[in-house]
């Protein structure tokens, strides 16, 4: 398919495209996607250099399985999103089995943070548009879930929630996410 296309550069053919071995795909699609996607990794991991590891794991794996992106279960940029919030999270239960009691020197990040370079999207706006129609209770589990990584049983613990209570709030509120969006 040739760059001229309308749609050349929207995630969802660039992906599709992915899907189909094209390499020059693969790398616009990591200059579109690659710093945003650092950023939700950075997010969660809370260090350059495990961030980084997630965000290659992600994009290694967006090469070998770009045909498994169904757009009708969502959008590019989400699953995008999902897979790096996935291998962040890994990363951070691996390291913190490695280095038990290690606590690395707290530095603060001066990027801005993918919350941030999100919101300055039209989709961003959208979001959080719809985020704030949300209840301040659920809206807060939706982001200390995706944006600063918790697990459910985390949230749970946190949160001093049953694990189903959390699980379903959660999932309720995503549900509401997807009809105020797609309105």
């Keep these: 398919m040739p760059d001229s296309t309308p749609f050349a550069d929207d995630t969802a053919t660039l992906l599709h495209r992915c899907a189909h071995g094209d390499r020059s795909a693969f790398r616009m699609l990591y200059d579109r996607c690659g710093a945003k996607l650092h950023g939700v990794a950075l997010r969660i991991t809370r260090q350059a250099s495990l961030a980084a590891d997630a965000t290659q794991e992600a994009f290694v794996q967006v090469w070998q399985q770009a045909h498994r992106f169904d757009p009708e279960r969502g959008s590019a940029d989400a699953f995008l999103v999902t897979l790096v919030r996935y291998r962040a999270l890994d990363i951070v239960r691996r390291t913190s089995r490695e280095i038990s009691g290690y606590e690395g020197e707290e530095q603060e990040d001066e990027s801005p943070d993918a919350l941030s370079r999100l919101v300055s999207s039209s989709e ?3 979001l959080k548009r719809c985020l704030e129609r949300l209840e301040t209770d659920r809206r807060k589990m939706v982001m ?6 918790l697990s459910h049983s985390d949230l749970a613990q946190k949160l001093s929630m049953p694990l189903g209570t959390v699980k379903s709030a959660i999932r309720r509120s995503l549900l509401s996410l997807r009809e105020c969006l797609a309105a």
């Design 144 to 149: 200390m879930a995706f944006v600063d990584g």
């Design 124 to 126: 961003g706006v959208a």
